[in-house]
């Protein structure tokens, strides 16, 4: 087995044996905060580069995705 098989089995070994602690780190509220910090910033950057017409589109993107990171739903 290469050192790479060896660590990519660790990290899915590690992964599967913590799994509920890593959904509980993604729904946390440290999680919510920083998905919000970095969304608003990609949101912005994306109104800067698309048509205004298109910023409605941009803004249902950005709730989408938040809405599955976090503690907002």
């Given amino acids: 087995m ?4 060896d660590i990519t089995k ?4 590690f992964i599967e ?10 729904n ?3 999680a919510e905060d920083i998905s ?6 990609v949101t912005e950057a994306a109104k800067k580069v698309v ?3 298109h910023h409605d589109k941009v803004d249902g993107v950005r709730g989408h995705v938040d ?3 976090g503690t907002e739903k």
Avoid: F, T, V, Y
Avoid at 17 to 26: E, F, G, Q, R
């Fill in 2 to 5: 290469s050192s790479l098989d």
């Fill in 10 to 13: 660790k990290a899915q070994d």
């Fill in 17 to 26: 044996d913590n799994k509920d602690k890593i959904s509980d780190a993604l």
């Fill in 28 to 30: 946390s509220e440290q």
């Fill in 36 to 41: 919000d910090k970095l969304l608003d910033g």
């Fill in 51 to 53: 048509p205004e017409e």
């Fill in 67 to 69: 809405g599955a990171i």
